[in-house]
């Protein structure tokens, strides 16, 4: 069976791909396997933003359930405030001889495979491996592996406190660690990385189809590596599963950016066209406000930014992002009310739509930039954020970009209208990039953590 089949056996195109993550699978599922210590905690904290200790567990009524480690597999964790586009569930690793918990997670997995409708699925398992652990794979984990085999779940190893590993190896080859030269670190991160090719192999071998094994550190100057588990689950989640992935995780701005465009409703840009070519149309500004307001939900829905479910509920705070955009906008409504022609004047107010289209992601990528997953957006960020894009150089170039490129020629075509977001935000990216390293000292743009440069173009770096 195909790695990329699921149960109902449907065919997927991208307007049902679309139509399914507009009004289906609203949350991507994951089950994250391993011992206790294994670095499970850190891991959720650094991808998805989410606090074990502050998450809240639904504990459904139609499981059976019979114990197993401190979260019950069948119990998912979720927290709407910082992820409202995640579920997780959460178990302890196998040791030989235990068959418990090894039997209920197979249960757990029988359970949820037989789910009718995606959201209820399991999307995704990630198996924790520490590279520390003397022994990292007993007899009970080499079942599990068989077992997953004939399962239609896309895995990703995650080999975890690579950190540590490479201090034991260099450890191995010196007296004292006080006394470990540059060239022996270099030796010991070699060292390591030659095991874990062995390890990658043995893996992907026993498991006989398109696992992914990704090593991952929780120091600061690995963050590489995490965005390299983000990229990797990337590629063996389903196709149609990708929007809502891209959505939970909390680490790659490039995905989120992208998904915001690339699924961006066809059926607001067609009210946008429709609306604008309208002669003597007294509810033209009243409409541009409308396709701000559903953009801007797009966005909250896209980029789900920590808090923003508790922030963005107050109705100020979307006129805020408004008056970011624009400054002019009592101007822009008074003319859209008054302006007689239709057709021929349509491209003037598909250019505001748009301008605000690009200005609402870009606006997005700061926050997101701005607000590390482990914290909760705060007002005066948001308010900071808003005014520094304001009066950035950024949304000049982002309005002037989209007004060469809208015109009687490109203004009709929901694709073509696609393309010129597309276009004019990565041009804004560029942009953002270059102030980024024009406020900086060079030898401390390397450690920046906002905007994360190897997100932005090839062309910007």
């Keep these: ?70 979260h019950n597999i069948f119990d998912a964790i979720i927290d709407e405030n910082r992820n409202s586009a995640l ?28 789910k009718p409708s995606l959201q209820e699925q399991l999307h995704c398992i990630w198996y924790c491996i520490s590279l520390v652990d003397p022994r990292q794979l007993h007899d009970a984990e080499r079942d599990f ?23 034991t190896k260099v450890a191995e080859v010196v007296e004292s660690m006080e006394d470990a ?27 006989g189809y398109g696992v992914k094994v990704q090593e991952v550190s929780k120091a600061r100057k690995d963050e590489r590596l995490v965005k390299k588990l983000v990229a990797e689950t990337t590629a063996i989640v389903k196709p149609n599963l990708r929007i809502v992935w891209y959505r939970a995780q909390g680490v790659l701005a490039n995905q989120k950016r992208h998904a915001c465009v690339d699924h961006f409703p066809e059926k607001l840009l ?44 107050k109705d100020y705070v979307q006129q805020m992002f408004r008056e970011a955009s624009q400054s002019y906008i009592r101007r822009t409504n008074i003319a859209a009310a008054i302006d ?42 948001l308010r900071r954020e808003l005014e520094l894009y304001r009066e950035s150089r950024i949304r000049e170039t982002i309005h002037r970009g989209v007004e060469g490129e809208v015109n009687l020629g490109s203004a009709f075509s929901v694709k073509k209208l696609v393309r ?28 920046l953590d906002e905007p994360p440069f190897a997100e932005l173009p090839e062309s910007s770096s």
């Design 420 to 447: 010129v977001v597309r276009v004019v935000v990565e041009d804004g990216c560029g942009i953002a990039h270059s102030e980024a390293v024009k406020n900086h000292k060079p030898g401390e743009v390397a450690s």
């Design 1 to 70: 069976m195909s790695s990329y089949t699921h149960s109902t056996h449907r065919s997927w195109n991208r307007d049902q791909d679309h139509e399914y993550y507009e009004h289906e699978c609203k949350k991507f599922r994951i089950c994250i396997i391993g011992k206790a210590g294994v670095g499970k905690t850190t891991l959720l904290s650094k991808v998805f933003g989410i606090n074990e200790e502050e998450a809240g567990v639904v504990r459904p009524g139609d499981a059976v359930r019979n114990g197993g480690g401190r």
């Design 145 to 167: 592996f068989r077992y997953l085999r004939e399962k239609d779940i896309p895995l990703v190893f995650v080999l975890t406190k690579y950190d540590a590993f490479v201090t």
């Design 87 to 114: 579920v997780i569930h959460d178990s302890s690793g196998f040791e030989t001889g235990e068959e418990g918990n090894l039997n209920l997670v197979k249960s757990f997995i029988e359970h949820r495979s037989a």
């Design 181 to 207: 030269t540059a060239d022996d670190w270099k030796k010991g991160r070699q060292a390591a990385q030659e095991y874990i090719s062995d390890l990658r192999s043995f893996l992907e071998g026993t498991m």
């Design 270 to 313: 067609n009210s946008l066209i429709l609306t604008s070519s309208m002669p003597l149309n007294p509810f033209r500004g009243v409409q541009l406000g409308d396709f701000f307001e559903h953009t801007f939900h797009h966005c909250l829905t896209v980029w789900n930014l920590p808090g923003q479910s508790v922030l963005f509920t």
């Design 340 to 381: 007689p022609l239709g057709p021929l004047d349509a491209p003037r107010y598909i250019k505001v739509g748009i301008q605000m289209a690009c200005d609402l992601i870009m606006i997005f990528q700061q926050l997101f930039w701005a607000t590390p997953r482990r914290q909760k957006l705060s007002f005066s960020d």
